[in-house]
């Protein structure tokens, strides 16, 4: 039994607050965020284990901050992942911001 080789399609999905890659309609991994005015502020990222090593992780971080600088927006990599990718992506340089003690005070407020 053959896999379909359709290409991975990255979502933003503003009412959970993340992008999500989906490789055949299914979910394989989610990089989540919250809005501060002007600014991303993204705290997590995964990619389920059926699908590791696919490079998924890296192609949805990419088409999610490529989306950030089209909306304007501004990135906080509180994300350990995040801030690993663009650390290797200096064309994104131009719109991070740092993590602040600020930033994660208000983080752990809006998630609660």
């Known amino acids: 039994m053959s896999q379909s080789s359709a290409a991975p399609v990255v979502v933003r999905a503003d009412a959970r607050n993340r992008y999500?890659?989906?490789v055949n309609g299914k979910r394989a991994?989610?990089?989540a965020y919250r809005?501060?005015?002007?600014q991303r502020v993204f705290y997590h990222t995964e990619v389920d284990e059926a699908f590791a090593g696919q490079g998924l992780a890296s192609?949805?971080?990419?088409?999610a901050l490529t989306d950030v600088r089209a909306q304007g927006k501004r990135i906080v990599?509180?994300?350990?992942y995040v801030a690993k990718f663009l650390q290797k992506h200096e064309e994104?340089?131009?719109i991070?911001?740092?993590?602040?003690?600020e930033i994660l005070s208000w983080l752990d407020t809006e998630r609660g």
């Open 20 to 22: 999500e890659i989906l």
């Open 29 to 31: 991994g989610l990089t």
């Open 35 to 38: 809005d501060r005015g002007a």
């Open 59 to 63: 192609r949805l971080v990419q088409e």
């Open 77 to 80: 990599p509180v994300c350990p």
């Open 92 to 94: 994104f340089t131009d």
């Open 96 to 101: 991070v911001d740092p993590v602040t003690p």
